[in-house]
């Protein structure tokens, strides 16, 4: 059996979704392109004073700030997975005894299960993106049919920091990690609202007395999200100050090609960002096949089948980017080295 696209978008939108942190933090609202590029503004700011002049001469003229259209292709994605007609028919894992599912419900099911999996990839795959963007200012595509591609948002290169190899390293004696954090404070193009901590960087800061103290813990926090921050893998551990940026260690994590367990923000990571100065969004190129027409959507599913062998496919397709438009409100620093 086949379903439209509507009816499989319906389907979807009643399953339990993956929680990326970081997505909802800092990209929290999406756009779709009728197109195959994304495009963004990317405006210059004039941090400059009004210059005094006399009440009596004319107006100074100022220059006004340039601005630049950024254009990026987005990487595709497309996962795609059998319905086995052997799960069809044998009793699925929960499954009543006494009454037992027709095949074609558990075939229901499976279809179900399957788009469950292909939107947690995509998302875990959004949530890769943006902690490269994060960590390094860019990210680097490639697959093995993909080619190699750079999408760089041309952070400042003094918002990525290495610190882990000197005296300064947080598993240091004579680590200041409270000085470090007020002053990448200072470089950020917009207010600092929260302070990231990969794993093990939160321990080796409160191994500093100075820190400890400014690290309160009577304030909560304001950050809200749909569903609880226990099923995120994201931890609040306080504030820097009594009214500072907020304090998270961040422990999500995927597995990479070769099954091994990777973190999104690597161990001996320090992410500091401008929740609303990134002003990022999750945006999304059009769908690459005819039988969508070409439309703008955030995912697109598809069923289709075969006739020798006999088997029915389920397909999902994206092209996703996490845009951060004022990127130089991020920052990250590599305050441990690696294990």
Request: aromatic share 12%; charged share 25%; net charge negative.
């Amino acid at each position: 059996m086949t379903y439209s696209t509507t009816e499989l978008l319906d389907g979807t939108r009643r399953l339990d979704p993956f929680f990326p942190f970081l997505l909802n933090l800092l990209c929290p609202g999406f756009v779709t392109f009728g197109t195959k590029e994304i495009a963004f503004d990317a405006w210059d700011e004039d941090f400059k004073l009004a210059p005094f002049v006399s009440p009596y001469v004319p107006g100074q003229v100022s220059q006004q700030p340039g601005g630049e259209l950024r254009k990026f292709i987005p990487p595709y994605l497309k996962p795609k997975d059998v319905v086995d007609p052997g799960r069809v028919l044998e009793r699925r894992p929960g499954e009543g005894f006494n009454g037992p599912l027709s095949p074609e419900q558990r075939a229901d099911a499976i279809r179900m299960d399957i788009m469950a999996t292909h939107r947690k990839k995509i998302r875990r795959r959004e949530e890769w993106m943006l902690a490269e963007v994060l960590r390094t200012g860019q990210v680097v595509c490639s697959g093995p049919k993909y080619k190699e591609s750079l999408l760089d948002f041309r952070r400042d290169p003094n918002l990525t920091i290495d610190i882990s190899a000197g005296a300064g390293a947080w598993d240091q004696t004579t680590a200041k990690p409270a000085e470090d954090i007020e002053d990448w404070f200072g470089l950020l193009e917009a207010p600092a609202t929260h302070v990231l901590f990969g794993p093990g960087t939160f321990r080796g800061a409160t191994r500093n007395e100075e820190f400890k103290e400014l690290a309160s813990t009577r304030r909560g926090s304001e950050t809200t999200f749909e569903m609880a921050p226990a099923e995120t893998d994201a931890f609040y551990r306080g504030r820097f100050g009594e009214t500072g940026p907020e304090l998270w260690e961040y422990k999500g994590w995927y597995k990479d090609a070769q099954g091994n367990k990777q973190y999104f923000i690597p161990h001996g990571h320090v992410v500091i960002v401008s929740a609303a100065g990134a002003r990022g969004v999750r945006a999304y190129g059009a769908i690459l096949d005819a039988n969508a027409q070409y439309q703008e959507a955030e995912m697109w599913p598809k069923n289709f089948t075969t006739d020798d062998p006999g088997h029915e496919y389920i397909m999902t397709q994206s092209g996703p980017l996490p845009i951060l438009r004022r990127i130089d409100a991020t920052l990250c620093a590599k305050v441990l080295p690696t294990p």
